[in-house]
Structures are given as C-alpha cells and as structure tokens.
C-alpha cells in the first residue's frame, strides 16, 4: 500500500475510538494538527506513547481557540496539571468533548469546570465576575459588572448559598437551550 | 475472479470518499458559515437546503408518477400550429408552455395502455395527496422534535443575566465577526428599482406580468413600512416587538395570497375554459417574479448598503444579514410551490432552481457584504419558530387551498385528467364503483364505505382525539406543578442546612472537648442526622 509511516498502532485507534467522539481518520488529522503546533517536539511515531506535553501558549494560537476568550480557561480544564500543558491524549479529550456529537450532560460537566477559575467545585461571586469582565472586554463598568453577577446570582442560587453548586449550574443550563449548540468547537 | 474484487473495493473506497467529499462540503459550508457569522445565520442556510429537500422530493415524485407516463403515452405535445416557443415563454409561462405537460391542461383522463393499465386520474390525485400528507408529517415530525429538544420551561428565572453566560457562539472564528459583535447599527434601504419591460412584448403578455410584479412590491415595500412604526412603537421586550414585527409580515403575505386565490377560485374557475392550467400559469409567473424580486432584493439590501454604509456613508456601517426577514421571503416562495403543485405538477423543477441558485447568490453576497447580526441569541428556538411558522399558516392554508379545490370546484370540461367529472374528489367514488361492479378488492371497498364515508368514524375519532389530548394537558399541569414544588423543597433543604450548620458550630464552641485529638473529620450528613434526631427529641419532650 505504499510507503506509509504508521502514527498509532492498531490499538491505540481502537482505544481513541472508544473513548472520544472521533473516528480513525479525524485522530490522524488531529495528531497532524497537534504536531503542527510544535514539529520539533512532537514526533510523526506514536506508537510507544511518548509523554510530550506542548504549553499553552502555543495551544491558545489554534485558529479555532485563538478568539474564544475563554480559551485559556478551557486549555486548563483539559490539562492533567492545571497548567495547561496539553498531552496528545487531553488534547483529543478536549475537542472530543467540545464536539458536535458529546451529549449534553459531557458538556455541562465540563462548562462547570472551565466557569470555576479557583478551582473549588463552586461557582462563585469571583467567579461570574471574571466570566463576564472577559466576555464583555472592558466594556462595562465595574459597578455595572458587580450588578450583572449578583443578578445571575440571584436566578441561579437556589439554596441560598451565595455560590453555585453543580445541581444549580446544571439547572440553569437546563433552561437555555441554546448553550448545545454553542459550547461546540469544530475542528 | 480477483479483477471483480478490485473493482468492488475501488468502487466501495471511491463511495466513501464522494461521500466524504460531501460531508466535508456541507461542513466547510457550515464551517464557513457558522464560524464567521454565527448560528442563527448558519440556520437560515439550513432551512433553506431542508426545503430543497421537499422540492426535490416533489420533483422527483410528480416526475415520476405523473410526467413520465403521460409523456410515454403522448410523447408530442399538441401544440396549434399558430404557437411557436420564443423566449419570453420563460417569463410569463404562457405560449408554448401552455401545451406542454408543465400544465395540468395537458394531462389526459384516460386509462394508459401498456406493459400497466395506468389509470391517470387517480394517478395525478394520488400522487397530490399522499405528498402533502407526506410533507405535512415530515413537517409535524420536526416541529415535535426540534420543540422537544428546545422545550424551555417558562419560567420567570431564566432572565437575561444568565444568558449572558450562555450567549458565547464558541464556534465563532473570525476576529472580525467577534469585533463586530459588539456592532449595533442598521441600514435601512428604501429604494426601489423598477425593472422596465421592453417593447417586445405584446400589452396582454405585459398585462399578465403586472399582477405579479405589483405583489412583489408590496411584498418589498410594506414591510419596510412595519419596520419604520415599529421604530416609533413602544413596547414592554424586545422580544415582543420582534414578534410583532413578524405577525405582521405573516398576515400581509397571508392576506395577498388569500386574495389572490380567491380571485382564482371565484373569478377564473368559472370564467376560463382551461382554468387550471390558467392558475398553474399565474403561480408560475409569481414564482419567477419573486424570484427576481429576490434577487433584486439580495442586490440593493445588500450590496448597494455594503457600498453606501463603507463608503458613501460611514456612520451606517456594513450591513446586518437580516434571518428573520430572510427566512419569511423563503416560505412564501415555498407556499406558492406548494399552491402551485395541483396545477402545474412540474413547477418543483422551477423551485428546484429558485432556491439552488439563492442559496449561492445568498451565501456569496452574505460574505462579501454583511456582518454578523448584533443579537447572537436563540438560534435553538428559531428552527422551532421557522418550522412552526413554515406549518401553521403556511403550510395549512396552501393544503386548505388545493383541499378546497379539489373538493368544491368543477374540474374545467376540456382539460385536465379530471375532465367531465363533478369535482376532483369524485375520482375516487368513480373508482369505488368500479371496484364494486368488477368484484375488486373488498378490504378496498369496506373501508371506503364504512370509514371514509360514514360520519360516525370521524365523530369517534374526533371525540378519542379530544380525550387524549386533556389526558395528556392534565399531566402536564400536574407535572409543571411537582416543579414548583420541588423547587420550594431545594429552597427549604438549603434553609435547614445553614440552620443546622449553625446549630453545629454553637455545639462545637460549647464544648470544645468533644474535638479528638487526631482530628478525625466527621461527616457533615451524620452529625445532621444526629441534630435532627436531637432536635426532633427535644420536640418530643417538650410535647410531653
């Protein structure tokens, strides 16, 4: 069939088909889009599983990521280290559940993640803050934007906590329907 | 042996990659689309292709059913010998179109020999029929769906503080598009341009041209006119002024056609001979008018605002693609061919046309000229409202239209498949006694009598349907009512926790001694447990 170099073995295709939303061919074009953000240091084998993890700053230079504020954030959320240095693996992960075909409750688990900067399984006060200062780029005021959080506050804490569990967080994105078909990243 | 499995795999692998090809093609599209200007413009570009869908579909079932055997059993259309086709047959579809089978004038009433005794009548009626049931259910079926995956609860909670968390498209690419975000100004066009129609035509033939041309006007102008009070209108959402805005425009372009057709069914059923290839005619040309009209609109709406709001007038900006207009110019376009089907079978052909080279014309004029609309919201709810839209009025009244004249008016006498008969629908009681008389089918016969001509049935069903539905009105109201319920009860567990997380820290700081040397961390859900039961026990005590 040619001289073709082999990325994965056979196993290892079996193994990403189970576990992400990709099939064969679009996990070898993701291993070429991952290996074009640094050739030098990813190699074209990967068939003994070399731990090579590219930082972030030059992940965050992806087409698909490089306007989406919150990309930093997601970066984070899919890295083993919380720093987001991204293996091949969590790099897959990442679009994988950022596609089309991830159910909702995937999503959901994973919006939490990346809105919950402090990393305390709790949205809070500080949180939502940040969330809308980034989304909205300077555009408001700060008062303005202490106003919008403590109003998002409001609708959403249903136990009265002044933060936002999961279950709140879940029911909230229950009610916007919207949000599945715009937490998606097409690679 | 060997040479055929190669050709089968070559075959199997060059599938897969045309198929491939496809799906890459219609993702880049959506790709392209989505990404520079969201999903709400993306959903326009994919209504439109679902309703290709249904044209294609139309086509390829009336082609199949209706054209072909009449084309196999009269190959030449019998065109007077004063009548020669020029040109402008195209426009108006009047001359030789007349007499070809793109009308149903053309179509014979009789029984087809050959390899099948093909009877034509109940061919052409048949085949009518079951595609609106067909396009009815296709459109019922995605209206459940796309509610049910959309179905948000109403609620007065969900308010606009929190969409704003949900808003982001994460799919948006283009820096420009999320630059402009943030950009909220319009461009109203008001001008028109009149297209002038040249000295080849004779009056008549420019006459016929008028009526369409006139609602294609009205359908351009008036809206602008809606759009212009409701910039002086005040109302309690934003919301509510989008609806009304698009209530509106529904109800103009519903009273036009409700005019038009009545006109047609009153005034030309009864005064022309062959009135159905008459009507078939009329739709053909408002068909092609709109089409212009459309292409005209995409031009100066478009193109000339791109050019005045960059360089004549800055303070404008680049146009807005404007969905929800959009999408309403492309159901009328699909009402008429779905009026139209009745009297001119092949007038899918010409839908086919219309939308493939607007879905171009459109996506390209999209890129060059506009930006991504200011309010990124609800592009979820607006596949339901589209199709909700495309059924309710659109749809339904198309189907009351062909319902009513197949049911109530006379056939005309010298054309047409159902000529001689009293009404179309007595095509198939002519064929029920013809079933009788030849010992035909009795399954055929029985359910005729006793289902569709007895009124009991219907009664029956009408009352079962009535049950069902308060049935299932009941369990919602219940349902919606154990959610105000539980959502009370989240409340109240979130009061008694912090009440009794109180209740812990005042015993723990009253006896400090209780803490064991090596920390061990209790679980909060027990020592709740042993509060309550202590609670619990000093209200029984005191009840003593």
Redesign the interface.
Known sequence: MGNKQTTFTDEQLEAFQDCTFFTRKEIQRLHGRYRELAPHLVPLDYTNNPDIRIPLALIVTMPELKENPFRDRIVETFSEDGQGNLSFNDFVDMFSVLCEASPRELKTIYAFKIYDYNRDNFICKEDLQQTVVKLTKGELTAEEVTLVCEKAMEEADLDGDQKLAFADFENMISKAPDFLSNFHIRI | MSINKNTILCYRSYCLNVSQSFRRCG?NL??EI??KFG?SVQSYFVFLKWLLMFNVFSFLVNFGFITIPQLVYDFSPNVPNTTSFRGLEILTGAGYFNYTVMYYGSYSNETLEGAVDYKMQLGYFFTIAVYMVLCGIALIFSMASSFK?????A?T???????????????????RA?RQR?NNLRVHFTQINKTHLNGLFSLHEAETLLVPFMVSLMNMVVPLFFSLFNKFEHYSSQRRQIYVLVARNVLLRMCILGVLCYYWMNVVATEYSCWESVVGQALYRLVFVDFIFLLLGSFFGEFLSNVVGTRLLPRLGIPEFDVARNVLEIIYAQTLAWIGIYFSPLLPAIQILKFFILFYIKKVSLMQNCQPPRRT?????MKTIFTALLFFPFFLGALAIVGYTAWSLTPSKHCGPFRGLDSTFSVVEVWMVQLNSTGGSEVVIFVYQNVIRSEIFYFLITIIILVIVYIFWQVSQGRKQLIVLL?QQ??N???D??FLLEKLQNLQKSQPNIRSKNHKKVGIPSLLAMLARQQAQNEYDDGY
């Open positions: 993702s959506r790709s989505g990404g999903t995956a959309n179905y948000v609860l609620d909670t969900s308010g606009g503080a929190w969409q704003l968390l949900c808003s982001w498209d994460f799919s948006m690419t283009n820096e999320v943030k919201g609800r592009a979820a709810q959502r989240i409340v567990e979130g009061k926790k912090s």
